[in-house]
């Protein structure tokens, strides 16, 4: 259940306003503007802390930009439960994938320096870089990194690429393993790795320079983002930081911290919303910030440009018809607008940022609870007030169709504990000492299970603080209970031959990885 994704994209007939520079924004006095402004000032803080009660949200931090200036930077809630400090605009969350656009205007904005083109091969610059198949990996180019067109499904390969001891390199070189299940370009299917890939050229083209240090220094210290950071790493010792919780699995806990430094070009970002105003005018004035100009717009405009196709079928829930990716950064009509944003969520955080140029509006939203929808609720509920939908109350809607299988989930976790208590009165089939070894996945690597008392213990090598208790259930199969509860609670399942064990299945949450890894006994 948890939501550490990007939902999918918006897509494309409109290129020609991406093509040309934002319409003029309409009037602050017409009527959508004077309906966002009047939900703004009458209903938002009311329609929040409702919603943060019926989601069970510690806190969130919402800004609101428009014609140019900011009319919402606020927090709400806690940081911390338990503890009294608020959450305001200055408060730090880990933004996840919101990272990528920074990533793509850099490269973009590299092309528009001559230092690269989007369409050369990523071998030119990556030579250890290898696809599972060798004829993808000698047509892949930079675009197509960025562009998640590898075939790989989304997610794919990160239960041992996210929070991991893997380097950047070594996840580079571990994609070579990621057998992909569709047509190279042929679908969507969102790749961190390969974002990280696409990160990793620029240090090649600027001679040295590190992608958190061109981030840093032609993005964040020109738009004045003093409280934002490239890193995660020290995340917890910095003054005013929202904690990670999450409920998917139980009650509403307290989670370990992410650290995704080695995914950095793909999420690795830390930011507030009073810094991330600053992102959300300088994309809404053509690159520009306090009238001085920061980015080209060429390399705006080559982000938000189509880049992969995701649906062109109407939806049943918002006024849009249109789905697609551009260089990080989803698009879609709504209302008769072209809107672009991105999600990001990392253990316990989901976020978005979102702009509409032609109404020069701009919305971000940052949570410390990742089991919800409503950071994506809010985000409509502000776009139908300013660009003149009817009023539905789009956290009811959500909740209305995410609550059953918040209900199946816990349902589905009741039902293994209870075969876990049954287990305590039989045995395995095998003795508990059978089960111990060295087990091996070609994308992972090595685990170790040991037997400790009347359960297992699985130790991951790419995962030292990680943990998983595996209670016996009937069959070959154990309750496997992960130390971090955002990994889940889930079947793990052993085949033998002969009396010898074989393999253990395995299954992580979702959100992290959406298949199985199996995982051969050496």
């Not at 305001?88 to 994938?97: G, K, P, R, V, W």
């Not at 087990?439 to 008392?453: C, L, R, W």
């Amino acid at each position: 259940m948890r939501l550490r994704y990007v939902r999918p994209l918006l897509v494309g007939g409109l290129l020609a306003l991406t093509c040309a520079r934002p319409a003029a924004a309409q009037s602050s006095s017409s009527p959508t503007a004077a309906a966002g402004s009047r939900f703004v000032a009458d209903s938002l803080d009311q329609y929040i802390r409702r919603g943060l009660r019926q989601w069970q949200i510690p806190g969130l931090a919402v800004v609101v930009v428009k014609d140019g200036k900011v009319v919402v930077s606020k927090g709400y809630g806690v940081r911390a439960l338990g503890k009294a400090e608020p959450v305001d605009e200055q408060t730090l969350f880990l933004i996840a994938s919101n990272t990528k656009l920074f990533t793509g205007t850099a490269l973009a904005k590299l092309e528009q320096e001559k230092k690269l083109s989007l369409d050369d091969k990523a071998t030119k610059y990556l030579p250890d870089f290898q696809l599972y198949d060798p004829v993808s990996t000698q047509l892949t180019t930079v675009r197509d990194l960025l562009g998640h067109h590898l075939g790989t499904k989304t997610f794919q390969g990160d239960f041992a690429f996210w929070d991991s001891n893997y380097s950047r390199e070594d996840i580079i070189r571990q994609m070579r393993t990621l057998k992909p299940p569709f047509q190279f370009r042929q679908e969507y299917g969102y790749c961190n790795a390969g974002f990280l890939a696409a990160g990793q050229v620029i240090p090649v083209v600027t001679g040295g320079t590190s992608w958190e240090q061109y981030v840093e220094h032609t993005m964040l210290r020109p738009l004045g983002m003093t409280n934002t950071y490239m890193l995660t790493k020290g995340f917890a010792q910095r003054p005013n930081v929202a904690l990670p919780y999450s409920n998917a699995y139980g009650p509403l806990a307290v989670l370990p911290i992410d650290e995704v430094d080695n995914l950095g070009p793909a999420a690795s970002m830390v930011s507030s919303v009073g810094d991330l105003a600053k992102w959300l005018q300088c994309q809404l004035d053509s690159g520009k910030y306090q009238g001085q100009r920061v980015l080209p717009w060429a390399a705006l405009r080559r982000t938000r440009d189509v880049n992969t196709p995701v649906s062109a079928r109407k939806s049943s829930l918002l006024p849009e018809h249109f789905r697609t990716y551009g260089l990080g950064v989803f698009a879609a009509d709504y209302n008769g607008r072209q809107v672009y944003w991105h999600t990001g969520g990392a253990t316990g955080y989901v976020s978005n940022t979102c702009f509409v140029p032609e109404e020069r509006l701009g919305i971000a939203i940052l949570t410390n609870q990742d089991n919800q929808s409503f950071f994506e609720a809010l985000r409509y509920q502000l776009l139908d007030a300013y660009l003149g939908m009817p009023y539905v109350d789009r956290s009811r809607q959500l909740w209305t169709r995410v609550a059953p299988g918040y209900a199946e989930t816990l349902a589905e976790v009741q039902k293994l504990a209870a075969r876990a208590d049954k287990g305590k009165k039989s045995k395995p089939e095998l003795p508990l000492k059978s089960y111990a070894g060295q087990y091996t996945h070609p994308v992972y690597g090595p685990i170790t299970v040991e037997a400790k008392g009347k359960q297992l213990l699985i130790r991951f090598s790419h995962h030292p603080e990680l943990r998983a208790t595996l209670d016996y259930m009937d069959g070959q199969q154990f309750r496997a209970t992960y130390s971090n509860l955002t990994y889940g609670i889930y079947p793990a399942t052993f085949t033998t031959e002969g009396g010898q064990v074989k393999s253990v299945e395995l299954r992580v949450n979702e959100g992290i990885d959406q298949d199985p890894y199996v995982f051969v006994r050496g």
